[in-house]
């Protein structure tokens, strides 16, 4: 295989053209066999349902080259099972677990020599999405949907690996209600989180913190990521209907439980905030990203110091990426070879 002529070691996290992406079209209540194709536009009715009325819904997982050369993936079926949530949801056709498999796998293998090597750090992204596309000017969901998986290569999305970030607790604008959509993976709750994310980076901030939107006491998640904090020994993170159940998130607690971590999912006040040790966002894209402070009221609660990531912290972000990687033995089975053919 010859390797795509790419600067692997300073990838940003931003789409590159690859070789192919795949789709699956659900009409007349089938899906297709899944076209892989290197055109990078879709036909769409101009009265698609998921332009007019937000029936998009996606997902995001690696593909990791290992050391011995082999590509794998990351529960893979857990974003197959949460996509297929989001969609229910959104009165979408749910993608069938088979259909979601066949289409990564495929479409990996289309793009083999964009798989960064294994030691560089950067991985190959992968992009589901869900699309309502049935022309529709009354509001009804859709009855045919495309299915397409694209893939890009990318670093890692913070610049220098566990770099502590800076948050603020966002107390005026809400992500997402607790009888809402916050719990599905949608894009409307990303757009609907712009205007509270981009004034504050002009700050310094990485994200903001949410707070839930009923009682504006208790942590919710962070833009695009869930969030813990240690407090001592037990691993917190918060419980809310309205936050998206992080894969990451759910790997982390069951690390954090062998190593002999409490690990509490409830309510996080913002009282609690003096009393973190470490703190830190969970999400595919960045895996752990350690908090530096939280900036709450105009105060400056700070958990990481000298820009270095706590012990915990530090730990459980060793274990998971040696997993995802293939350098440590995966006792949970949450890794898949990604077949030659
Ligand atoms: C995707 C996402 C996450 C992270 O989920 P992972 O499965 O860990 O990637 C967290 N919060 C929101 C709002 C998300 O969309």
């Known amino acids: 295989m010859e390797r795509a002529n790419l600067d692997y070691a300073n990838l940003p996290f931003a789409y590159q053209k690859t070789d192919a992406n795949i789709r699956y079209w659900f009409r007349n209540g089938t899906w297709s066999a899944g076209e892989l194709t290197a055109d990078e536009y879709i036909p769409l009715h101009m009265a698609a349902t998921c332009l007019h009325y937000g029936q998009e819904v996606f997902e995001g997982l690696k593909a990791y080259e290992r050391p011995d050369g082999r590509v794998q993936t990351f529960r893979l079926m857990e974003n197959a099972k949460r996509i297929q949530r989001s969609a229910r949801k959104l009165f979408m056709q749910p993608v069938p677990d088979e259909v979601f498999r066949d289409a990564v796998h495929r479409v990996v293998r289309a793009n083999r020599r964009f798989v960064p090597p294994y030691g560089s750090g950067a991985t190959l992204y992968i992009r589901p999405l869900l699309l309502g596309v049935s022309p529709e000017v009354g509001v009804k969901p859709s009855h045919d949907y495309l299915f397409l998986v694209l893939v890009t290569p990318v670093g890692p999305y913070y610049k220098g690996g566990l770099t502590p970030v800076r948050l603020i607790v966002e107390e005026r604008i809400d992500r997402a209600a607790p009888g809402g959509v916050g719990d599905a993976k949608c894009g409307g709750n990303y757009a609907a989180g712009m205007r509270a994310t981009l004034p504050v980076k002009d700050k310094g901030y990485a994200e903001v913190l949410y707070l839930d939107c009923r009682e504006k006491k208790y942590l919710d998640e962070s833009g695009s990521s869930n969030f813990y904090a240690m407090i001592g020994k037990t691993f917190a993170t918060p419980a809310s209907p309205s936050i998206l159940p992080s894969i990451t998130n759910l790997s982390v607690q069951q690390i954090a439980k062998d190593m002999d971590l409490t690990v509490e999912q409830r309510h996080v006040s913002v009282d609690e905030?003096?009393?973190?040790?470490?703190?830190?966002?969970?999400?595919?894209?960045?895996?752990?990203?350690?908090?530096?402070?939280?900036?709450?009221?105009?105060?400056?609660?700070?958990?990481?110091?000298?820009?270095?990531?706590?012990?915990?912290?530090?730990?459980?972000?060793?274990?998971?990426?040696?997993?995802?990687?293939?350098?440590?033995?995966?006792?949970?089975?949450?890794?898949?070879?990604?077949?030659?053919?």
Not at 307 to 336: C, N
């Open 273 to 341: 905030l003096p009393t973190f040790n470490e703190a830190g966002c969970l999400g595919t894209a960045a895996v752990i990203t350690p908090v530096e402070s939280i900036t709450y009221r105009g105060k400056d609660f700070v958990y990481a110091k000298d820009g270095k990531a706590g012990p915990l912290t530090s730990e459980l972000y060793k274990r998971l990426t040696a997993i995802q990687w293939g350098e440590a033995p995966d006792p949970y089975g949450w890794t898949e070879i990604v077949p030659e053919a």
